[in-house]
């Protein structure tokens, strides 16, 4: 084997190798920041779609680049096909998981934020006979909201006529938004579409 074909072996080796790792930080870093199994299928669809109709266009000008300058262009065109190929499928298989897990901790958060709040809420009860209209003197100071009870769930206390009380925050999801309800009346979470 020559040197020059030991080298642009070695090159497209590497440009494979290089795709999976841009492929494997791009699914890391899009799982962390979307976090919701959803929107990175979609990013996923959309990397399809555009890196698809890029690699349509490539291989027709590295055939022409072929035919005109009798080169090896459909060699390194098969190689960018499989470089691409590499990079949507490593990043689709690593951000789904990672976004599933992000979903699941935020859920777990915001559960578990909610369930602090309760001995507040029934102490306030005890005292006054009815439950508090607002959570103003029962959420701990200097604590920061759970990434799901902020932005779109800026009501996720309420009291109802009957004397009880929910709980409830919006998540992501696997394909529709979920709704988790804590009823004061049973004690326990609820999760509805």
């Not at 959803?38 to 890029?54: D, P, Q, R």
């Not at 060699?75 to 998981?97: D, K, N, R, Y």
């Not at 005292?127 to 701990?140: C, F, N, R």
């Not at 925050?169 to 529709?176: D, L, T």
Request: hydrophobic fraction near 50%.
């Amino acid at each position: 084997m020559s040197e020059r074909v030991r080298l642009c072996t070695n090159a497209r080796v590497l440009t494979v190798v290089g795709a999976v790792a841009a492929g494997l930080c791009v699914g890391v870093i899009g799982g962390l920041v979307i976090r919701d199994d959803f929107k990175v299928t979609m990013m996923s669809f959309f990397l399809l779609l555009c890196v698809g109709v890029l690699l349509v266009f490539l291989s027709i000008l590295a055939w022409i680049v072929a035919r005109v300058w009798k080169t090896n262009a459909m060699l390194w065109a098969a190689t960018g096909m499989v470089a691409c190929v590499a990079f949507i499928v490593t990043q689709a298989v690593v951000s789904w998981p990672v976004a599933y897990a992000c979903e699941k901790h935020d859920v777990a958060d915001a559960r578990s934020y909610c369930e602090k709040l309760v001995p507040g809420i029934e102490a306030h009860k005890q005292a006054t006979d009815t439950y508090p209209e607002s959570l103003d003197g029962i959420v701990p100071p200097g604590r920061p909201l759970p990434r799901l009870l902020r932005a779109r769930n800026l009501l996720f206390y309420s009291t109802a006529a009957d004397g009880s009380y929910m709980l409830q925050f919006h998540a992501p999801g696997r394909f529709f938004s979920e709704m988790h309800t804590y009823d004061s009346k049973t004690g326990k979470w609820m999760v509805s579409d």
